[in-house]
């Protein structure tokens, strides 16, 4: 507080005149009404706040399906420290090579980097920690074994991710598995492009080499309640997928091939190369229509047609999906609707979409000389393993009723994935699974999951820029879209100097990072540095309440708060603030 005394100048007979007229108190009292008070917080004897370390959260984070601590991994990576951001990483994500690859990386949607260039390139980086892991054979560690017994039903990657943190919390996991191998739709749904199975089985045989994980496969579950009465699990995870293909009534004329898109995809990947024709006629527009397509391209058809009934912007797969596609030679006709499968072809029909998105057929009508025609409209899961339950619910769409930690309406059966309600990703699957895993050991326990709070999350907006340095993307190396004839993967992933540059992209968003910027900020001297990976200390007796340091994070890592009640000092007898006691004054 700056305190300004304005100089009242008084004729002496006046002073006089006051001196007999007025006690002491009074003429105290005028003479407060001379002093004219301004404040400007932070300075002078009166501190009316305190700057504190915080740490919010990284929109990042908030998005990742699996709720992996990206900012957290990302910073190790910067530095050169692989294994200790790979350990961290495997905390919530046990398969990062392959989400790596495979991920639609929401993450990268919400990045605040993109406020300034591009978004970090965050699943490249994943890729190249869990590419590093599997060269150098990294492995995790387990619990004390609880004596626990829990059965996962589905090796997808909810299943999978349910089966890796029920073994780190020391808990004894069998899978079964109604498949030759395991991976679900990881293995039979993503073509190898984008997935090499070698990849796969690595990451894998990581999870099933943990202790107390069994595997059973070519082993499906067809009555869930007796298995568990019979072999004595004390809890179960379903984890079943949505591998059944939903259909449409479509007339197939005699001689005309049509097939589905998971089983097509299914038999690529057991090594089968199906005969599809010169012309190919895709119908759907989701992620599957799109791998369906670019395989369909790879097993030799010179022209790939998809056929989605609404408009571009509609269209459920990805951007970058379709973009690829594309480059590949995948043609889409927009609005349009299938009637028939004649001699002739394809006989497709155009259509407006109307406010409420609704279809109108124009009676404008097309033929495509296709040969076969690939069926992509959706999955559903098979849920027959759980009638001999009364108390588990299946709700439209072939769904099961979940509560918030993911169990039935039968306690101690519990659900993710793909066949409960929700976004179907190969991610949201493994966050599922993990949730389910720690919800299940609370159920063991006999405890609650605690609450979690919706926490505050860091805009680009909230963050302070002093200098803003502009540095691309990285950009991978990418087999060319001709080059493409056959499943060899496409990107190939970032070398070790590229990862470390572009995890150094990152604005660590809400989180110090410890760049000396409050430390150089602090005019009176009161921030200490503590050391590497340490942070900062602020001394109370020096501070004044300024919030410089405040202003010059770039991060968001400090705020303000009201010093604490009781603190303000009292005013003197007139008024006049007393000497600083709350902190200190430096000769």
């Known amino acids: 507080m700056i305190v300004r005394l304005a100089v009242v100048q008084i004729r002496a007979s006046e002073k006089r005149k006051n001196k007999e007229s007025f006690p002491m108190t009074e003429r105290l009292r005028d003479l407060n009404q001379a002093l004219h008070v301004r404040t400007r917080i932070g300075v002078g004897s009166h501190r009316s706040r305190l700057p504190h370390y915080v740490s919010f959260m990284p929109p990042c984070n908030h998005a990742c399906p699996a709720?992996?601590?990206?900012?957290?991994?990302?910073?190790?990576?910067?530095?050169?420290?692989?294994?200790?951001?790979?350990?961290?990483?495997?905390?919530?994500?046990?398969?990062?090579?392959?989400?790596?690859?495979?991920?639609?990386?929401?993450?990268?949607?919400?990045?605040?980097?993109?406020?300034?260039?591009?978004?970090?390139?965050?699943?490249?980086?994943?890729?190249?920690?869990?590419?590093?892991?599997?060269?150098?054979?990294?492995?995790?560690?387990?619990?004390?074994?609880?004596?626990?017994?829990?059965?996962?039903?589905?090796?997808?990657?909810?299943?999978?991710?349910?089966?890796?943190?029920?073994?780190?919390?020391?808990?004894?996991?069998?899978?079964?598995e109604a498949a030759p191998r395991p991976g679900g739709m990881m293995a039979y749904g993503i073509p190898a492009y984008r997935l090499p199975m070698a990849v796969l089985d690595d990451e894998i045989a990581r999870v099933l080499a943990m202790p107390g994980v069994t595997l059973r496969c070519n082993s499906r579950v067809d009555d869930l309640s007796r298995l568990m009465d019979e072999e004595k699990f004390d809890a179960a995870f379903v984890a079943v997928g949505a591998s059944r293909a939903l259909t449409m009534t479509l007339p197939v004329a005699q001689g005309r091939q049509a097939v589905e898109a998971i089983d097509l995809l299914h038999a690529v990947r057991e090594g089968k190369r199906p005969v599809l024709g010169r012309v190919v006629a895709v119908i759907g527009g989701g992620n599957v229509a799109m791998d369906a397509a670019r395989t369909a391209r790879r097993l030799g058809a010179q022209e790939v047609i998809m056929i989605y009934r609404r408009d571009r912007d509609h269209m459920p797969a990805h951007t970058e999906e379709r973009e690829a596609a594309e480059a590949e030679g995948v043609t889409i006709r927009y609005c349009s609707i299938v009637r028939r499968f004649s001699a002739q072809g394809v006989e497709i029909e155009a259509v407006s979409l109307d406010r409420d998105n609704g279809l109108t057929p124009t009676g404008e009508i097309d033929c495509i000389p296709a040969d076969t025609v690939i069926l992509a409209i959706g999955q559903h899961a098979d849920l027959s393993l759980c009638a001999g339950f009364t108390d588990i619910v299946i709700d439209r769409g072939d769904v099961l009723g979940v509560d918030e930690a993911f169990m039935t309406g039968h306690r101690g059966v519990f659900a993710g994935g793909d066949c409960v309600p929700g976004t179907r990703t190969m991610t949201t699957a493994t966050g599922h699974g993990k949730h389910a895993a720690r919800a299940i050991d609370a159920y063991l326990s006999g405890l609650c999951l605690p609450v979690r709070h919706k926490p505050e999350?860091?805009?680009?907006?909230?963050?302070?820029?002093?200098?803003?340095?502009?540095?691309?993307?990285?950009?991978?190396?990418?087999?060319?879209?001709?080059?493409?004839?056959?499943?060899?993967?496409?990107?190939?992933?970032?070398?070790?100097?590229?990862?470390?540059r572009e995890a150094g992209r990152c604005l660590s968003c809400g989180n110090c990072y410890e760049c000396d910027n409050c430390f150089a900020a602090c005019s009176e001297q009161a921030i200490t540095r503590l050391g590497p990976g340490k942070g900062y200390a602020i001394s109370a007796a020096l501070c004044t309440g300024c919030g410089d340091c405040v202003e010059q994070c770039p991060c968001t890592a400090l705020a303000m708060r009201p010093e604490p009640v009781g603190a303000v000092l009292d005013d003197g007898a007139i008024g006049e603030p007393l000497s600083p006691v709350k902190f200190m004054v430096r000769a």
Not at 124 to 136: I, P
């Open 457 to 500: 999350i860091v805009t680009f907006d909230m963050m302070h820029m002093p200098l803003l340095v502009m540095a691309g993307r990285a950009k991978p190396p990418e087999l060319p879209a001709a080059q493409r004839a056959g499943f060899e993967e496409i990107v190939a992933g970032l070398v070790e100097k590229s990862a470390r």
């Open 67 to 176: 709720g992996e601590n990206i900012q957290g991994w990302l910073a190790h990576a910067e530095k050169g420290a692989f294994e200790a951001a790979w350990r961290l990483l495997v905390q919530e994500n046990a398969l990062p090579a392959i989400h790596g690859r495979a991920c639609y990386h929401p993450c990268e949607g919400q990045c605040n980097r993109a406020g300034l260039d591009e978004p970090i390139a965050i699943h490249e980086v994943e890729r190249f920690l869990g590419d590093l892991a599997r060269e150098n054979g990294w492995k995790v560690s387990c619990g004390a074994a609880t004596g626990r017994r829990v059965l996962v039903v589905g090796s997808g990657p909810a299943g999978i991710a349910c089966a890796y943190h029920l073994a780190l919390l020391g808990h004894a996991v069998e899978i079964r």
